[in-house]
T-cell receptor, first 114, second 113 residues
Framework: AQSVTQPDIHITVSEGASLELRCNYSYGATPYLFWYVQSPGQGLQLLLKYFSGDTLVQGIKGFEAEFKRSQSSFNLRKPSVHWSDAAEYFCAGLNTGTASKLTFGTGTRLQVTL | DGGITQSPKYLFRKEGQNVTLSCEQNLNHDAMYWYRQDPGQGLRLIYYSQIVNDFQKGDIAEGYSVSREKKESFPLTVTSAQKNPTAFYLC????????????FGPGTRLTVL
């Protein structure tokens, strides 16, 4: 079955520190991959997406993600976290070639300490 | 500005009542989706529609109904058959089904009293 796993439920980092949020996927073929961010009580905003090509993807707000086929991972990174980055982050995958649904991970809540 | 609107932002319902959540998009997208979000469970797909007058059940369709009479509108009705309707509901759209990213509305929080 297709799945997306975010192993970390909650992460706390200090402002200015680097960040890496983990995402693993399980699909028969390479899926489309996405990272979304959600502030409390709000909708989801797309940070970045990977369809094909360059495995390092740049997104908004200084985020990037690297697709690693050998590890079935699509981890989200930011070199220096700002207090405003505190939110919940969702990784999602979409199977290519079929009319399938977007599968979300369970999310990672990021707390930023000052 | 193009986008997705959901109304109302907060909704309260008594047990046994049906309630309809609104979702409108002006992005000219063909596909629209409804998700339910509960703490610690991510997003679960309720219904989706790839085109006007067509919709399909998602993973948790029981107790919900939808219609797609217009391209820009995809209302969700939470019926009294839904056993645990208190949740955060998110509407989304994409250019085509399973093509490109999904854009999300701001959500509606439904509370059953």
């Amino acid at each position: 079955a297709q799945s997306v796993t975010q192993p970390d439920i909650h992460i706390t980092v200090s402002e200015g520190a680097s960040l890496e949020l983990r995402c693993n996927y399980s699909y028969g073929a390479t899926p489309y991959l996405f990272w979304y961010v959600q502030s409390p009580g709000q909708g989801l905003q797309l940070l970045l997406k990977y369809f094909s090509g360059d495995t390092l993807v740049q997104g908004i707000k200084g985020f990037e993600a690297e697709f690693k086929r050998s590890q079935s991972s699509f981890n989200l990174r930011k070199p220096s976290v700002h207090w405003s980055d505190a939110a919940e982050y969702f990784c999602a995958g979409l199977n290519t070639g079929t009319a399938s649904k977007l599968t979300f991970g369970t999310g990672t809540r990021l707390q930023v300490t000052l | 500005d193009g986008g997705i609107t959901q109304s109302p932002k907060y909704l309260f319902r008594k047990e046994g009542q049906n309630v309809t959540l609104s979702c409108e998009q002006n992005l000219n997208h063909d596909a629209m989706y409804w998700y339910r979000q509960d703490p610690g469970q991510g997003l679960r797909l309720i219904y989706y529609s790839q085109i006007v007058n067509d919709f399909q059940k998602g993973d948790i369709a029981e107790g919900y109904s939808v219609s797609r009479e217009k391209k820009e509108s995809f209302p969700l009705t939470v019926t009294s058959a839904q056993k645990n309707p208190t949740a955060f509901y998110l509407c989304a759209s994409s250019i085509r089904l399973a093509l490109g990213e999904q854009f999300f509305g701001p959500g509606t929080r439904l509370t059953v009293l």
